[in-house]
């Protein structure tokens, strides 16, 4: 896992596939026949020209920049384990997400803080759904 953050071959995500003789040089010792096995088992895959984990996110802690562009909201995004606040350490409240995907602050969420971040997260931002239902609208309107 170390490995996977130390030699960084992407500008974006947490970590990396390595290469076997990395991971040999790294440890001091062959590791072919170990890595093939931990493939064969799922543990380990196949990533391009390197091995990676498997059933990993590529995306702990991912800190927002309050002039860049927003990250996908999706129902993690108040676990700051994968996303911080551009200024404060820690993740995001319900509304902020809710802001970021175009919510009105007059939207009402109910239930659970982890039921109003999966409402969110798969939301179809309204903003989006707005420009969709007017396209639509003005489709039909053109066909008539």
Known sequence: MRL???MRTRDLGDADPVHISSLSEHLGFATEADVQRLIKKTFLRNSGSGIDLTHTFNGTFRRLKWDGLALTVDTRF????YFLHPED??????REA???QGF???FKFVGS???KFRLIGNAVPPPVACSLATAIKE???DER
């Open 98 to 100: 809710a802001r970021i």
């Open 113 to 115: 803080k982890t039921d």
């Open 139 to 141: 489709q039909l309107l």
């Open 89 to 94: 350490n820690r993740g995001f409240s319900f």
């Open 4 to 6: 996977r953050r130390q």
């Open 104 to 106: 009105p602050d007059s």
């Open 78 to 81: 108040g676990d700051p384990r």
